[in-house]
């Protein structure tokens, strides 16, 4: 029997869901830009018809991972910015004043589709993020399973993701016993080399 239990994200996990963010994923550009930003970006991917959210709680109801991202990959993040933009612009005001071209690296940095024959016709794993206390114990890999599970049910057959090139192996492991292979490489600002991974989950 699992020590945690695994539900849809709902809007009043928004703030423990960006702290986890932030434990999970130190030193990475999102999370650079503050905790009120992840609550704004997190809250209006719950708005969107595509995003599909998860958490997982143990059995004192804590939460300590999630997992996020797009039925339909295809302009998503475009999409929800410009249906909040001034919820992200207020989020991003002190960091915009301090350093204007933020903005700018923002966009290039959600809008991952690097090669000339990503269409982004598939759906799309944005985040696994868990507490680091809890790491090792089967929460990424539920979290994942169930995350496939949606988008069968949506109707989908293909899922891509993007994950660091270098110094990654145990993600990248993760990733591969789950059935993904690399579509591409590319690198994004500031000279970050990545992979776009694939799984075909019919």
Not at 152 to 176: E, I, M, Q, S
Not at 177 to 190: C, I, L, Q, S, V
């Amino acid at each position: 029997m699992s020590d945690f239990t695994i539900r849809k994200m709902v809007e009043s996990d928004v703030s423990n869901v960006s702290f986890i963010h932030i434990k999970a994923f130190k030193n990475f550009f999102l999370t650079s830009l503050g905790k009120g930003f992840l609550e704004t970006y997190y809250s209006a991917c719950l708005k969107h018809q595509h995003t599909i959210a998860f958490c997982a709680e143990d059995l004192q109801g804590n939460l300590v991972g999630f997992a996020t991202g797009s039925s339909w990959a295809k302009g998503y993040h475009r999409s929800i910015f410009m249906n909040n933009i001034f919820s992200f612009l207020t989020s991003l005001a002190v960091s915009i004043v301090k350093k204007p071209p933020i903005l700018i690296r923002l966009f290039k940095n959600l809008e991952k589709n690097k090669h000339k024959y990503d269409m982004g016709e598939y759906a799309e794993l944005l985040s696994i993020g868990v507490n680091p206390d809890y790491k090792g114990g089967g929460v990424g890999r539920e979290l994942l399973t169930v995350f496939h599970d949606e988008v069968r049910k949506r109707g989908g057959v293909k899922v891509a993701l993007t994950t660091d090139k270098l110094n990654n192996d145990p993600v990248l492991a993760f990733y591969a016993k789950a059935g993904y292979e690399t579509f591409y490489e590319f690198t994004t600002y500031p000279k970050r080399e990545m992979y776009k991974l694939m799984a075909i989950i019919d």
